[in-house]
T-cell receptor
């Protein structure tokens, strides 16, 4: 069964550094998402992406965040200048249609020191 | 505002027994989807079951079934014949359908289920 693939599984970075989290959604999917989960808390929506543009973003997704689908297969989340509070598990997800269930990747654990 | 509430932070069940996890939600939409996701210690998010609000029949997937009460805005998950591998965090989620949303999920805080041998 096709899967959403995320790399790396764990990323450690220093505060103030830029970080890029990478995702390869399922190939025929058209809707792409990033969610995050701070340890011990619920999963929170960050951003959705469709037709090569952001369709919706949450309050968390401020100017420090950006997303890109550079080559038709990868879907990346960039944090320009990481803060300690950005430490979390980041999940990429995709779905084929707007009314389909979301398929999540295994997540990238980001640790900001 | 749309919300999802899971009132049981933790639950435990004996292996082979049945357990029910509660979830209530609030939405002004008439058509929406509800989901249960499982998150084992590996922290992967695994879809357990999905319910479409316009369907009266409760969804079932093998040992997993839901009790969907639309008027009460309740969506509980029943796990029958619990197995040790069911030990995980379980999240209830609502698929937003308001004002042009692309169907982003709103999650509850989760219920940590422990299955004891």
């Amino acid at each position: 069964e096709p899967e959403v693939t995320q790399t790396p599984s764990h990323q450690v970075t220093q505060m103030g550094q830029e970080v890029i989290l990478r995702c390869v959604p399922i190939s025929n999917h058209l809707y792409f998402y990033w969610y995050r989960q701070i340890l011990g808390q619920k999963v929170e929506f960050l951003v959705s992406f469709y037709n090569n543009e952001i369709s919706e973003k949450s309050e968390i997704f401020d100017d420090q965040f950006s997303v890109e689908r550079p080559d038709g297969s990868n879907f990346t989340l960039k944090i320009r200048s990481t803060k300690l509070e950005d430490s979390a598990m980041y999940f990429c997800a995709s779905k084929v249609r707007v009314d389909s269930p979301l398929h999540f990747g295994n997540g990238t654990r980001l640790t900001v020191t | 505002a749309q919300t999802v509430t899971q009132s049981q932070p933790e639950m435990s069940v004996q292996e082979a027994e049945t357990v029910t996890l509660s979830c209530t939600y609030d939405t002004s939409e008439n058509n929406y989807y509800l989901f249960w996701y499982k998150q084992p210690p590996s922290r992967q998010m695994i879809l357990v079951i999905r319910q479409e609000a316009y369907k009266q029949q409760n969804a079932t997937e093998n040992r997993f079934s839901v009790n969907f009460q639309k008027a009460a805005k309740s969506f509980s998950l029943k796990i029958s014949d619990s197995q040790l591998g069911d030990t995980a965090m379980y999240f209830c989620a609502l698929d937003r359908r308001d004002g042009g949303s692309q169907g982003n999920l709103i999650f509850g805080k989760g219920t940590k289920l422990s299955v004891k041998p």
